[in-house]
């Protein structure tokens, strides 16, 4: 028997089993106040109105059924958010039902689930670690006290991409985003690089954190049909196993070292995150555990990576795919920094129209479209109708910031929407909520706000660019390839130029 007709067995067993209780609960009275939703297939419900694109399939279904619709996906009943008021209603009003994680399966591989702040519900452990991530490694001082940190790293980028313009050679944008992201946050947390931009281990290192991320991020029957889970029949949580261990080998073997003595040459005692992760595990009251911390550095390196480097390619993209607001850009640069100054921090507040494309690129392409799952920790109401208990929510950001309710145009990549506007990407205005809302916020945003323009800004003020092989904008590829984040199908390749 083939796989595929093997695993279409095994789901039709498990139905015969469970298929008269699943009936009997379809009938219950409750279920009439539940959200609207079109019908399903036997056993697996609404499973294949996703498609590969399931964000844009929601959205099109939303379209048909409102704002809060009811999908049953294989065993597991889900709601999908796909407005801005109902998430307000949802993450704002009805946060505490909502702040606990629906886990999918590929992160229990070995036990993510279980010690990371993005999957962990949100009780004592959670809290802990959210305490930790906004005293040590996101706070205002933390950050402003590491300005001349960034600094260092936009320069060796800029070194980087100078150098290519010289040899005349394309730079991978993502590529190069992701390194400089990477060696901010080694050296924040390590003081040390660890990657160059042509190096095979920051290469190796990227396709590892992409491809736990994409795994993370595919359909799973066993998220579904739970009784899956125990043979992992799409060997899913395997391959995550495997990427997941090659990253947390790598903190492991950082952290021994530091424990041993050995620190990074010219670094300063107490001067690093690890430094003060060790120091809180060695108090009384420990707030972290050793052995903790290598699943707290994948998560934040995970997400402070890829989501930066991919929001940086999207915005790179979208101005080269749009010369006219690239040139804008890069006049305003040229009157407020001035030629051949660099682009401080500081800086950024007094750049209105480069904020406005990272707001236009966060809202065209938010880096996760869907929110990692949440889960009903109660029967709730919403919009009117009540959300059951345990059921899995679904916000799809994606299909909120393309509304043409809120937005004029929502498919074009115009900045001016955000001229004059008081709209911003911190969880407040819930046309727009790439990095989430309320208490599931995503912790690393404070960070994220200073990285990214200050990333942008340097690359288009020094340089001018120029399409790989001659490609002109009107022709570039600008397709998606979805995951847990949304990735640009086709890397984006471009030609520096100094100016």
Same mark, same amino acid.
């Given at each position: 028997?083939?796989?595929?007709?093997?695993?279409?067995?095994?789901?039709?067993?498990?139905?015969?089993?469970?298929?008269?209780?699943?009936?009997?609960?379809?009938?219950? &009275?409750?279920?009439?106040?539940?959200?609207?939703?079109?019908? /399903?297939?036997?056993?697996?419900?609404?499973?294949?109105?996703?498609? %590969?694109?399931?964000?844009?399939?929601?959205?099109?279904?939303?379209?048909?059924?409102?704002?809060?619709?009811?999908?049953?996906?294989?065993?597991?009943?889900?709601?999908?958010?796909?407005?801005?008021?109902?998430?307000?209603?949802?993450?704002?009003?009805?946060?505490?039902?909502?702040?606990?994680?629906?886990?999918?399966?590929?992160?229990?591989?070995?036990?993510?689930?279980?010690?990371?702040?993005?999957?962990?519900?949100?009780?004592?452990?959670?809290?802990?670690?959210?305490? =930790?991530?906004?005293?040590?490694?996101?706070?205002?001082?933390?950050?402003?006290?590491?300005?001349?940190?960034?600094?260092?790293?936009?320069?060796?980028?800029?070194?980087?991409?100078?150098?290519?313009?010289?040899? /005349?050679?394309?730079?991978?944008?993502?590529?190069?985003?992701?390194?400089?992201?990477?060696?901010?946050?080694?050296?924040?947390?390590?003081?040390?690089?660890?990657?160059?931009?042509?190096?095979?281990?920051?290469?190796?290192?990227?396709?590892?954190?992409?491809?736990?991320?994409?795994?993370?991020?595919?359909?799973?029957?066993?998220?579904?049909?739970? +009784?899956?889970?125990?043979?992992?029949?799409?060997?899913?949580?395997?391959?995550?196993? =495997?990427?997941?261990?090659?990253?947390?080998?790598?903190?492991?073997?950082?952290?021994?070292?530091?424990?041993?003595?050995?620190?990074?040459?010219?670094?300063?005692?107490?001067? !690093?995150?690890? !430094?003060?992760?060790?120091?809180?595990?060695?108090?009384?009251?420990?707030?972290?555990?050793?052995?903790?911390?290598?699943?707290?550095?994948?998560?934040?390196?995970?997400?402070?990576?890829?989501? %930066?480097?991919?929001?940086?390619?999207?915005?790179?993209?979208?101005?080269?795919?749009?010369?006219?607001?690239?040139?804008?850009?890069?006049?305003?640069?040229?009157? +407020?920094?001035?030629?051949?100054? &660099?682009?401080?921090?500081?800086?950024?507040?007094?750049?209105?129209?480069?904020?406005?494309?990272?707001?236009?690129?966060?809202?065209?392409?938010?880096?996760?479209?869907?929110?990692?799952?949440?889960?009903? !920790?109660?029967?709730?109401?919403?919009?009117?109708? *009540?959300?059951?208990?345990?059921?899995?929510?679904?916000?799809?950001?994606?299909?909120?910031?393309?509304?043409? %309710?809120?937005?004029?145009?929502? *498919?074009?990549?115009?900045?001016?929407?955000?001229?004059?506007?008081? +709209?911003?990407?911190?969880?407040?205005?819930?046309?727009?909520?790439?990095?989430?809302?309320?208490?599931?916020?995503?912790?690393?945003?404070?960070?994220?706000?200073?990285?990214?323009?200050?990333?942008?800004?340097?690359?288009?003020? /020094?340089?001018?660019?120029?399409?790989?092989?001659?490609?002109?904008?009107?022709?570039?590829?600008?397709?998606?390839?979805?995951?847990?984040?949304?990735?640009?199908?086709?890397?984006?390749?471009?030609? &520096?130029?100094?100016?």
């Amino acid at each position: 028997m083939d796989y595929p007709s093997f695993l279409l067995c095994l789901v039709i067993a498990w139905a015969a089993i469970y298929l008269l209780p699943f009936a009997k609960k379809g009938n219950e &009275p409750n279920q009439r106040k539940q959200p609207p939703g079109p019908s /399903g297939l036997p056993i697996f419900g609404n499973l294949f109105s996703l498609g %590969t694109m399931p964000h844009i399939s929601l959205m099109e279904l939303a379209n048909k059924y409102g704002p809060l619709m009811m999908l049953q996906l294989g065993q597991v009943p889900t709601v999908i958010v796909t407005s801005a008021d109902v998430a307000k209603e949802a993450l704002q009003k009805n946060d505490v039902s909502f702040s606990s994680r629906h886990v999918v399966d590929a992160v229990r591989a070995l036990n993510h689930h279980e010690n990371s702040i993005a999957w962990l519900p949100a009780g004592s452990q959670w809290r802990k670690l959210r305490k =930790v991530c906004n005293s040590l490694v996101f706070s205002a001082s933390r950050l402003d006290g590491s300005q001349s940190l960034r600094r260092n790293k936009i320069n060796d980028l800029l070194s980087y991409v100078k150098k290519s313009s010289k040899d /005349g050679v394309a730079v991978d944008i993502g590529q190069a985003a992701f390194t400089t992201s990477l060696n901010l946050l080694s050296n924040t947390f390590f003081s040390v690089d660890l990657g160059d931009p042509n190096s095979e281990f920051a290469h190796d290192l990227r396709e590892t954190i992409r491809s736990l991320l994409e795994e993370v991020g595919k359909p799973n029957f066993a998220d579904y049909f739970p +009784i899956l889970q125990k043979i992992d029949p799409q060997s899913i949580r395997r391959r995550t196993s =495997v990427f997941s261990g090659k990253v947390i080998g790598i903190f492991k073997i950082m952290i021994d070292q530091r424990l041993q003595g050995h620190r990074p040459a010219n670094s300063i005692n107490g001067n !690093d995150v690890l !430094d003060a992760l060790l120091a809180i595990n060695h108090e009384k009251d420990k707030e972290i555990e050793t052995s903790e911390i290598p699943y707290l550095l994948l998560d934040l390196f995970a997400a402070g990576t890829d989501t %930066t480097s991919s929001t940086l390619e999207w915005a790179m993209a979208e101005l080269l795919h749009n010369p006219e607001k690239l040139k804008k850009a890069q006049i305003e640069l040229q009157e +407020i920094i001035g030629e051949g100054n &660099p682009v401080e921090e500081s800086d950024i507040s007094r750049l209105p129209y480069l904020q406005a494309v990272i707001k236009e690129t966060l809202r065209l392409h938010p880096p996760v479209p869907l929110l990692l799952p949440k889960r009903a !920790d109660t029967d709730v109401k919403l919009n009117g109708f *009540t959300v059951p208990k345990n059921a899995q929510v679904l916000i799809n950001v994606w299909a909120i910031s393309r509304d043409p %309710t809120l937005w004029e145009n929502p *498919t074009s990549f115009e900045p001016e929407k955000f001229m004059g506007s008081e +709209i911003d990407v911190k969880g407040r205005n819930f046309e727009l909520i790439p990095f989430g809302a309320g208490r599931r916020i995503c912790p690393g945003l404070p960070l994220a706000v200073r990285m990214i323009p200050l990333m942008l800004g340097s690359l288009i003020h /020094g340089f001018d660019w120029q399409l790989e092989d001659g490609v002109s904008p009107e022709k570039m590829d600008m397709e998606e390839k979805f995951g847990i984040t949304l990735e640009k199908a086709r890397r984006l390749r471009a030609i &520096p130029i100094c100016v």
